[in-house]
Structure formats: C-alpha cells, structure tokens
C-alpha cells in the first residue's frame, strides 16, 4: 500500500485526510473498508461464479476475456440463471454480469454468488406477485436484468452497502429473507 505518503502537496493531504475519515466512519458502522473503485477493466478476464440454490447446480467461469463477451459462457449462465418453476431459459443482461463481477471486486472474494432468484418468466413472476407484495408486477428479473443473492460469509449488510457503492442499478436488501436484490435499472435503493 503506497497511502503512507504524508509529504505530498495539500490538495493530496486533504485526499489523504478525507480517506481517514472516510475509513473512520466505515469502521464505526461495524462494517469493513470496501475498495472504492471496483472499476471495470476494458480488457482481461472477468470471472464469475454462482450456485443456483433451487437447483444446486454450480458454475465457474470466465465470460469475457480479450476485448469479448464470450457467448458460450453467456449460455451456461443463462441456464444456471434459468427460471427453476418454468425451466425457461432467458438471456442475462451482460450488464448485470458486470456488475456482480465488480460486486465481487470490492467486497475482495472469490466465493460464488449464492443465488435465490435469478429470471423469472411472466407467468413465475405474477405468481409470486400475487404471493407477496414484496414482488413487483414488472420486475427486472423478467427482463434478465435482476439477481436476488447472498455471499457465503459476507455479512448481508456488507454485500447492500458495496452493491449501492457501486452506482450501478437498484440495491433492495431483504433481510428476513436473508438476500439482496441487485438489478441495472434505474439506481434506487430499498
Ligand atoms: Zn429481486
């Protein structure tokens, strides 16, 4: 780490000053330091990795490396992601691919995202609404655009707070249920 360097200019002290508090405040909320910039290289290997926990099935890959998507790993995903009442198939947005491998980026871990629900077909998804008011009638999981997951040892708190971090669409955190929603609509949080 190269942040001992106290002997710069004063704009970068009161870079490094704001850090410190920045990090003061994260520490006393009980949470741990998440790297601020889970930024997305333009190039290089993005992996992911999830178990689908209606179906137990697992997967482990790498879906974009060079300066591509690879479409064959876009297609595994799409199954493991698949609606577990219907078996319909959809595509996953590559943005939200993106977006949890940013979310894996800043909380530092290699787990697989332990998922819950990932597309749902229309008929799945007015099921469930009509089940539970918790369910929107136009959810983004119809349109491969949202994700419900949790993260093996990641306090449910943590994995809220690095996804909003993130800007990236809406955070919903679930905590009876022991999940959180992360999308890439609009950024909204609940
Ligand atoms: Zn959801």
Redesign the pocket.
Known sequence: MGSSNTSGLPSQRLALSRRTLLGASVGAAGLFALRPFAALAATGPRNISFVNLHTGEKLNCCYFEGADYNTGELARIAKVLRDHRSGDVHPIDNRLLDTLHRLRGALETDKPFHVI?GYRSPVSNAKMATASKGVAKK?L?MEGM???IRVPGVDLMNLQKAAKTLQAGGV?YYGESNFV?V?VGRVRYW
């Open positions: 629900s959810s999981h949202a994700i419900d919903g929603h999308d």
